[in-house]
C-alpha cells in the first residue's frame, strides 16, 4: 500500500507583528485545514486523524484545538508533535506510516507556527530565585555543544569556504525567483488579506551589502525572518484514493538522521542520502527540490553536499524570500513542492534542518 497527497495548502508566510498577528494558532490553521479538505473532496467525517507540528507554542495539543476549529468531528482527538523544524515534514512521515500500516485512511498532516503569539517563557529555579525569561530552550545537554543558530551557520561558511558574498548572491536569487514565480492555483488560502507572501523584494547587491552582521557572513539578508504560518496535506490510502477517482502524489519515503548537534545546518545532507538509498534513487533522479533556508549558508552547503542541481531547487524562491514559521515550514516545503509537481512531473524532494543536529528528508512522486 502507498500513501498520496491530494491535497496541499498553506496560508501566505508573513512576517511576524505583521497581518497575522492577531491570529491564535487555531484561527491561523483552521481555515488551511478547511480548505485542504474541500481541495481534495474529503467530508470532515472520513478524517481519521490530524498530526500537527508545532515548536513555540504554548503546549496543550495544538492539533486538537484546529481539527475543532475547523469543523472536524470530536472523534478526532488530534497529534502534536515538536521536532523544531523538522516536525513539519516529520507530520508528513507519521500520517504515511498510519496510512501504509492500515491504521487510517485519511489523515490530515501539517503545521502551525505564530511567532507573533508565541507565549512567554521563563525558567524556574528550585531556590526560589525569580524566574528568568528564555527564548531558546536547550537542544542539547552540553552547553558548549549547543550553539546559537546563527552562530553555527557562520562556523560552516568558515569551514565549508563560503563567503558573505556567496550567501548574499543565494538571498539575491530566492527572492527574484519569488517575485517572478506566479503562485499555483491551490497553493495559498487568502488570510486576513494575503494572498501571496508578501516579505520577497527585489534586492540588489547593494542593498544586502549594507545588512549589519548577526553573526561574523550571518547577515539579516542571508538568513530567514521569524514569521507565522500554516500549511496542510491530506495523506490518504490507495483505497480511499480510488473511490475518490483521483491521482494525487505518491509519498515515496523519507528519512529522519541526527548530526553533530554543533553543526546543526548539515543535517539534511545525511537525511536526503538516506531518503535517496532508501527509495533506490540518485540525487539526478529528482526533477525538483525545496530545501529550507534558513541560512543562506545552509542552502549552499546541503545542495553541493546532496550532489543536487541547484537550477531546481527552490524554483519558486525559498524560506530567505519567505519567512521561517518553525513549525510549519517543512510542510510549507511540501506544499510548495506539491504544486511544482504538478507541473515538472517525475520525483520531488522535500528537506529541512532542524535545531540540536536533526533533519528530515522526504521523496514525492507523480
Same mark, same amino acid.
Given at each position: 500500500? @502507498?500513501?498520496?497527497?491530494?491535497?496541499?495548502?498553506? =496560508?501566505?508566510?508573513? *512576517?511576524?507583528?505583521?497581518?497575522?498577528?492577531?491570529?491564535?494558532?487555531?484561527?491561523?490553521?483552521? *481555515?488551511?485545514?478547511?480548505?485542504?479538505?474541500?481541495?481534495?473532496? /474529503?467530508?470532515?467525517?472520513?478524517?481519521?486523524?490530524? /498530526?500537527? =507540528? !508545532?515548536?513555540?507554542?504554548? +503546549?496543550? !495539543?495544538?492539533?486538537?484545538?484546529?481539527?475543532?476549529?475547523? %469543523?472536524?468531528?470530536? @472523534?478526532?482527538?488530534?497529534?502534536?508533535?515538536?521536532?523544531?523544524?523538522? %516536525?513539519?515534514?516529520?507530520?508528513?512521515?507519521?500520517?504515511?506510516? $498510519?496510512?501504509? =500500516? +492500515?491504521?487510517?485512511?485519511?489523515?490530515?498532516?501539517?503545521?502551525?507556527?505564530?511567532?507573533?503569539?508565541? *507565549?512567554?517563557?521563563? #525558567?524556574?529555579?528550585?531556590?526560589?530565585?525569580?524566574? $528568568?525569561?528564555?527564548?531558546?530552550?536547550?537542544?542539547?545537554?552540553?552547553?558548549?555543544?549547543?550553539?546559537? $543558530?546563527?552562530?553555527?551557520?557562520?562556523?560552516?561558511?568558515?569551514?565549508?569556504?563560503?563567503?558573505? @558574498?556567496?550567501?548574499?548572491?543565494?538571498?539575491?536569487?530566492?527572492?527574484?525567483?519569488?517575485?517572478?514565480?506566479?503562485?499555483?492555483?491551490?497553493?495559498?488560502?487568502?488570510?486576513?488579506?494575503?494572498? #501571496?507572501?508578501?516579505?520577497?523584494?527585489?534586492?540588489?547587491?547593494?542593498?544586502?551589502?549594507?545588512?549589519?552582521?548577526?553573526?561574523?557572513?550571518?547577515?539579516?539578508? !542571508?538568513?530567514?525572518?521569524?514569521?507565522?504560518?500554516?500549511?496542510?496535506?491530506?495523506?490518504?490510502?490507495?483505497?480511499?484514493?480510488?473511490?475518490?477517482?483521483?491521482? +494525487?502524489?505518491?509519498?515515496? %519515503?523519507? =528519512?529522519?538522521?541526527?548530526?553533530? *548537534?554543533? $553543526?546543526?545546518?548539515?543535517?539534511?545532507?545525511?537525511?536526503?542520502?538516506?531518503?535517496?538509498? !532508501?527509495?533506490?534513487?540518485?540525487?539526478?533522479?529528482?526533477?525538483?527540490?525545496?530545501?529550507?533556508?534558513?541560512?543562506?549558508?545552509?542552502?549552499?552547503?546541503?545542495?553541493?553536499?546532496?550532489?543536487?542541481?541547484?537550477?531546481?531547487?527552490?524554483? +519558486?524562491?525559498?524560506?530567505?524570500?519567505?519567512?521561517?514559521?518553525?513549525?510549519?515550514?517543512?510542510?510549507?516545503?511540501?506544499?510548495?513542492?506539491?504544486?511544482?509537481?504538478?507541473?515538472?512531473?517525475?520525483?520531488?524532494?522535500?528537506?529541512?534542518?532542524?535545531?540540536?543536529?536533526?533533519?528530515?528528508?522526504?521523496?514525492?512522486?507523480?
Amino acid at each position: 500500500m @502507498t500513501a498520496h497527497i491530494i491535497a496541499a495548502c498553506r =496560508s501566505a508566510v508573513v *512576517p511576524r507583528n505583521g497581518a497575522f498577528s492577531n491570529l491564535t494558532l487555531d484561527a491561523l490553521g483552521a *481555515p488551511v485545514l478547511h480548505a485542504a479538505l474541500v481541495q481534495a473532496g /474529503i467530508a470532515p467525517a472520513q478524517v481519521d486523524e490530524v /498530526i500537527l =507540528s !508545532n515548536a513555540i507554542g504554548g +503546549g496543550g !495539543n495544538p492539533a486538537r484545538l484546529v481539527a475543532l476549529a475547523a %469543523g472536524l468531528p470530536e @472523534t478526532v482527538a488530534g497529534l502534536s508533535i515538536d521536532r523544531q523544524c523538522a %516536525g513539519g515534514l516529520d507530520a508528513l512521515l507519521l500520517a504515511k506510516a $498510519m496510512v501504509e =500500516s +492500515g491504521a487510517a485512511h485519511v489523515v490530515i498532516a501539517g503545521g502551525v507556527e505564530s511567532y507573533s503569539r508565541r *507565549p512567554l517563557r521563563l #525558567r524556574t529555579f528550585a531556590d526560589g530565585s525569580p524566574p $528568568m525569561a528564555y527564548d531558546q530552550p536547550p537542544f542539547t545537554p552540553w552547553s558548549d555543544r549547543d550553539p546559537d $543558530m546563527a552562530a553555527a551557520a557562520d562556523v560552516l561558511a568558515q569551514s565549508a569556504g563560503i563567503p558573505r @558574498t556567496q550567501q548574499d548572491a543565494w538571498a539575491i536569487h530566492s527572492h527574484a525567483k519569488a517575485c517572478a514565480a506566479t503562485p499555483h492555483n491551490g497553493e495559498i488560502v487568502t488570510l486576513n488579506g494575503q494572498a #501571496r507572501d508578501p516579505f520577497a523584494r527585489n534586492l540588489s547587491d547593494a542593498l544586502v551589502a549594507r545588512a549589519k552582521p548577526v553573526s561574523g557572513s550571518i547577515t539579516a539578508a !542571508n538568513m530567514a525572518v521569524a514569521a507565522d504560518g500554516a500549511a496542510f496535506c491530506v495523506v490518504v490510502s490507495d483505497q480511499m484514493r480510488r473511490q475518490l477517482g483521483c491521482n +494525487g502524489v505518491a509519498i515515496l %519515503g523519507g =528519512s529522519t538522521k541526527g548530526h553533530a *548537534p554543533d $553543526m546543526p545546518a548539515l543535517a539534511p545532507v545525511a537525511a536526503i542520502k538516506a531518503a535517496l538509498e !532508501n527509495t533506490r534513487l540518485r540525487p539526478q533522479d529528482i526533477i525538483c527540490s525545496e530545501i529550507m533556508e534558513a541560512f543562506a549558508v545552509q542552502a549552499i552547503a546541503c545542495v553541493k553536499g546532496a550532489g543536487l542541481d541547484p537550477d531546481q531547487v527552490n524554483i +519558486g524562491g525559498g524560506a530567505l524570500a519567505r519567512g521561517h514559521p518553525i513549525g510549519a515550514s517543512g510542510t510549507i516545503n511540501a506544499v510548495r513542492l506539491f504544486h511544482e509537481m504538478q507541473i515538472s512531473g517525475g520525483k520531488g524532494l522535500a528537506a529541512i534542518a532542524a535545531a540540536g543536529g536533526i533533519a528530515t528528508a522526504v521523496i514525492l512522486a507523480t
